[in-house]
């Protein structure tokens, strides 16, 4: 728990910084495909400071998400097994880093994938469900590669533009609430997406 706060202060740092957007979209990269913390504060965090600029943030995040998913796709696709069938090295250590990614979780998640594919994937891009699980998962399971790629971009850009579109409207008493409860907030936040690596071992 204090490692993952630690994280999310680190990357909220950022969000001062000229290079807010450079590293909100790394974030969102990496998230989509390794990095524990999601994007969400660190966006909120911007478009917050500069609410006319809310949609270029949006933009931003979803289309560093979508590449992070895309590459996460990628690992699964060509790094995952030897040729051989074996599971690699870079697998076993997405297994060691990534909570609740265990091997009974990537067979279930893999068996979703024969009737559901979009819903699948459009679920895991849209809820706090780690999407990085699926977008390895879908590689691995060589999942129809234009359906991942609509799914995530309807499922993280509709996230990410929810994030921007309530702060568009609703910027000024967002902002206040935050500024009043920003450390409560970020504690209930790291609590969601700690629970949602677990939550997902039950669900799959």
């Known amino acids: 728990m204090k490692p993952l706060k630690n994280l999310y202060d680190w990357v909220l740092s950022w969000a001062e910084s000229i290079y807010g957007t450079l590293i909100l979209f ?10 524990p913390v999601p ?11 500069k609410i006319n600029r809310s949609m ?3 933009f931003m995040c979803s289309l ?3 590449l992070g998913g895309i590459f996460g796709f990628i690992i699964g696709y060509f790094l995952w ?8 090295r870079i697998a076993d250590f997405f297994f060691a880093i990534i909570p609740g990614f265990t091997k009974e979780v990537f067979d279930n998640v893999g068996a979703q994938y024969d009737a ?3 819903l699948v994937i459009f679920t895991a891009a849209f809820t706090p469900i780690p999407y990085k699980v699926f977008s390895i998962t879908a590689g691995v ?14 499922g993280r850009g509709g996230r990410f533009l929810i994030i921007g579109l309530l702060i568009m409207f609703f910027g000024e ?13 970020i504690v209930v936040l790291t609590l969601i997406f700690a629970l949602s690596y677990l939550l997902i071992g039950y669900l799959f």
């Open 173 to 185: 008493p967002i902002k206040k609430m935050m500024d009043k409860h920003f450390n409560t907030f």
């Open 26 to 35: 790394l974030v969102a990269f990496a998230e989509s495909s390794f990095f």
């Open 56 to 58: 270029y943030y949006v």
């Open 39 to 49: 994007a969400d504060p660190l966006l909120m965090a911007l478009c917050l400071g």
């Open 141 to 154: 399971f060589q999942i129809n590669l234009p359906i991942f790629i609509v799914a995530s971009i309807l």
């Open 64 to 66: 560093g998400s979508v």
């Open 81 to 88: 097994y030897t040729p051989s069938g074996e599971l690699t």
């Open 116 to 118: 559901h594919n979009f």
